[in-house]
């Protein structure tokens, strides 16, 4: 059992920034890649951004150069920093992370609210 605890989302203006986090717990031996995803209203769940164990980072096109990624491997935490936000980056924002074992698979966060107005 893995419980991820995420927090930082809110209300903002455009240009704006947020700082989200994730902070996972639990029956934790092996953990792999984490990610942000966002599902905007109306939209299915997409990726924002991903991160290895060592530190490898993705992120989706619309946010590069804005959002940055990254983990502490020693705390099992993830964060997101995003700046200069615009309206079209409103949705809610789920931390993900894979957990090894017998058979590997991922958890996801409850999720958090990010709204940006313009």
């Known amino acids: 059992q893995v419980q991820l605890v995420e927090s930082g989302g809110g209300l903002v203006q455009a240009g704006g920034s947020l700082r989200l986090s994730c902070a996972a717990s639990?029956?934790?031996?092996?953990?792999?890649?984490m990610g942000w995803y966002r599902q905007a209203p109306g939209k299915q769940r997409d990726m924002v951004a991903i991160i290895t164990v060592g530190g490898s980072t993705n992120y989706a096109d619309s946010v590069k150069g804005r959002f940055t990624i990254s983990r502490d491997n020693a705390k099992n935490t993830l964060a997101l920093q995003m700046n200069s936000l615009k309206p079209e980056d409103t949705g809610v924002y789920y931390c993900?992370?894979?957990?090894?074992?017998?058979?590997?698979?991922?958890?996801w966060g409850q999720g958090t609210q990010v709204t940006v107005s313009s």
């Open positions: 639990g029956s934790i031996f092996s953990i792999g890649a």
């Open positions: 993900n992370t894979w957990v090894g074992g017998i058979t590997p698979r991922s958890y």
